[in-house]
């Protein structure tokens, strides 16, 4: 089931940007829907994931308090990543991801078997 990314682009250090993920169709509705990002010459990191299951959001220490993870219980196929006071830092291609059953291991990208195309989001110092 393909993931399809939206949003993105670049945007200057303490602004905000807003990233979606949408499936096709419900596959993922007992699943999780995630964001990891990877920066250039660094390895994937997890940013965030919401699982349709357990209706619960997962955000990484790195950027718990900035960033936001929702899913659009409407039509529980899409999951909103909110990025607040964004820094150069965050610079990254940033991924979504899904599976179709909840994991423990949400934050571990090798849980995932389904993926969308990238989207670069810049942060302008």
């Known amino acids: 089931v393909p993931l399809q990314a939206y949003g993105g682009g670049l945007v200057q250090a303490g602004g905000s940007a807003r990233l979606s993920c949408a499936a096709s169709?419900?596959?993922?509705?007992?699943?999780?829907m995630a964001w990891f990002r990877q920066a250039p010459g660094k390895e994937y990191e997890f940013v965030g994931a919401f699982s349709w299951s357990r209706r619960r959001t997962y955000v990484s220490d790195s950027v718990k308090g900035r960033f936001t993870i929702s899913g659009d219980n409407a039509k529980k196929n899409t999951v909103d990543l909110v990025m607040n006071s964004l820094k150069p830092e965050d610079t990254a291609v940033y991924y979504c991801a899904a599976r179709y059953v909840h994991t423990v291991a949400y934050y571990d990208r090798r849980q995932y078997a389904h993926w969308g195309q990238g989207t670069q989001v810049t942060v302008s110092s």
């Open positions: 169709g419900l596959a993922y509705s007992s699943g999780i």
